[in-house]
């Protein structure tokens, strides 16, 4: 859940301890050799989390996933980690964390982007805490040395994620259920925001790959999780011919609906097939678990935390999910296990800009938001490699978009 962009730079030193908050985290703590602050031992440390959803939401399970793989990497016990679900993105985040702060955590991770702005707030109260929000772009401008923005590079799982569907479309045009002209895939996005954008873009490339003659239809719910939304836009896109769907949405409303309609599909951050067993190829997911050891250990050791952190294939910070034997075409894991390696030692560039055009012209520069930021170099578009959140948010060729 996120958009745009804003300029990496490194953490620094904690700010001036003079207005941290009587009853904030200090007191379980030593100072490290930067400057920043060290838990004294594994046992001594707190972890604070706010969710925007709770474990019945793929977004939040994946995140919750990895908040736990984080706790048995580090050998924290389950008192040692305070979580807050179904925290939306207004007043309530701040009140969030600051009852986070006054029980004592030392660090504490938001997880929304609507969140950012009460983040902010709260690091600036409590400058010994350290604050990790993922999605936002805020961090690097604005000079608190406890405030931290984190993504990881989902448009890599999401392009080996569209290369499973393009080689079921693929099967599909070869069994003669539909023709090379047919195979358009439709898209449930939530907002048209960055992320989605970068998402949904990266998708159709992986299957253009495979496919070329693919073709994607996009439609918004506007909403990040809204099970009938998600259910009616992917039924929308299947009346409009997509015979395929895929999502940037946080339920398994559209996984259902393509296992009523026989439309074979993938999910996002779990594994659909327990709702669409004859439907679901896959889903692109986050290994949360890479961000929240690395954070919390830095705590641990008294170091500073990066700015911005984004991490793909090369640190197993993304993954998809096992493909869907009974569903995907036959040779799919061969031509996965492929993929991800090139992608891994950066062999292979998801936003090649030899792959995609705009008005039929390919872009050899691209800049944005009046910054002096150069995006496209060395042949493609640099995403997620300036700030932590993604910045891909050209409409190409091959893509149409809907607003519902």
Request: glycine share 8%; proline share 2%; charged share 20%.
């Amino acid at each position: 859940m996120g958009m745009t962009v804003g300029m990496v730079a490194g953490c620094g030193d904690t700010a001036d301890n003079s207005s941290v908050a009587d009853n904030s985290a200090a007191a379980s703590t030593e100072a490290g050799t930067d400057g920043t602050q060290a838990a004294a031992s594994a046992a001594d440390i707190k972890v604070g989390v706010i969710y925007i959803g709770d474990e019945n939401e793929g977004y939040t399970a994946a995140h919750m996933a990895g908040i736990d793989e984080m706790a048995a990497n580090l050998g924290l016990s389950d008192d040692q980690i305070i979580e807050k679900t179904t925290i939306p993105e207004d007043e309530s985040c701040y009140d969030a964390a600051v009852d986070l702060a006054d029980q004592g955590c030392n660090i504490i991770f938001a997880t929304s982007f609507g969140h950012e702005t009460y983040i902010l707030q709260a690091a600036q109260e409590y400058p010994d805490i350290q604050f990790c929000h993922a999605t936002g772009y805020q961090a690097a401008s604005s000079g608190l040395s406890n405030m931290h923005n984190y993504f990881d590079a989902i448009y890599e799982a999401r392009y080996v994620s569209g290369v499973v569907a393009g080689m079921k479309l693929n099967e599909m045009i070869e069994n003669g259920d539909i023709t090379a002209d047919q195979a358009k895939i439709g898209y449930v996005g939530a907002f048209p925001y960055a992320e989605v954008i970068s998402g949904f873009t990266s998708f159709y490339l992986g299957a253009k790959s495979v496919c070329e003659s693919v073709t994607m239809e996009v439609q918004y719910t506007n909403s990040w999780a809204d099970m009938t939304a998600e259910g009616e836009v992917a039924n929308q896109l299947i009346a409009d011919n997509c015979v395929l769907i895929s999502q940037h949405a946080d339920t398994t409303g559209a996984p259902s609906a393509c296992e009523t309609a026989g439309v074979p599909c993938v999910g996002y951050n779990v594994d659909m097939t327990s709702v669409a067993p004859d439907a679901a190829l896959t889903s692109p997911t986050n290994n949360w678990g890479v961000y929240y050891t690395y954070a919390v250990q830095c705590v641990l050791d008294g170091k500073a935390i990066d700015t911005d952190w984004c991490k793909g294939f090369s640190e197993d910070a993304v993954r998809i999910t096992p493909v869907n034997e009974a569903v995907a075409a036959e040779g799919t894991d061969a031509k996965v296990e492929e993929v991800e390696a090139k992608l891994a030692s950066g062999e292979l560039h998801v936003f090649d800009t030899s792959t995609w055009t705009v008005n039929g012209e390919t872009l050899d520069t691209y800049k944005k938001d009046g910054s002096d930021i150069e995006y496209i170099s060395d042949g493609y578009f640099h995403e997620s490699e300036f700030a932590s959140a993604p910045a891909f948010d050209i409409l190409i060729d091959g893509i149409t978009t809907i607003d519902n």
